[in-house]
């Protein structure tokens, strides 16, 4: 069962989960989607198991600086996914994908109940 996280390395969240992921031992691999890119399949498989609204990061200074007329135009799964691989950093981080499975943010209490630790 591979797990993947997806993020930016210079992100304090996606620190923290690369944090705890080590400390317990979780192998894992990282995508940095700033450097590496980020593709519609994986965004597409993401937005079946979370809601674009909850992967798009509408608190981030990405999301701040867009013009009213782009924020208003993202409404749906398909509008949000276009809009994130325009600016993969509008993305909310990290992103965990393990088991077929996302899940978005990090604290340790849902790493916890994802691992069962």
Request: proline content about 3%; hydrophobic content about 40%.
């Amino acid at each position: 069962m591979a797990t993947i996280l997806y993020g930016i390395p210079n992100c304090d969240t996606v620190k923290k989960a690369r944090t705890w992921l080590e400390r317990n031992g979780i192998a894992y691999s990282f995508h940095d989607f700033k450097k590496a890119g980020i593709d519609r399949a994986v965004i597409e498989g993401w937005l079946t198991d979370v809601a674009w609204d909850v992967l798009v990061n509408r608190k981030g200074t990405t999301w701040r600086g867009l013009s009213d007329e782009r924020k208003t135009a993202v409404k749906d799964g398909a509008s949000a996914a276009d809009l994130m691989l325009e600016s993969p950093s509008v993305i909310k981080r990290p992103v965990l994908s393990i088991g077929g499975h996302t899940h978005v943010g990090f604290s340790d209490e849902l790493y916890q109940q994802i691992f069962k630790k």
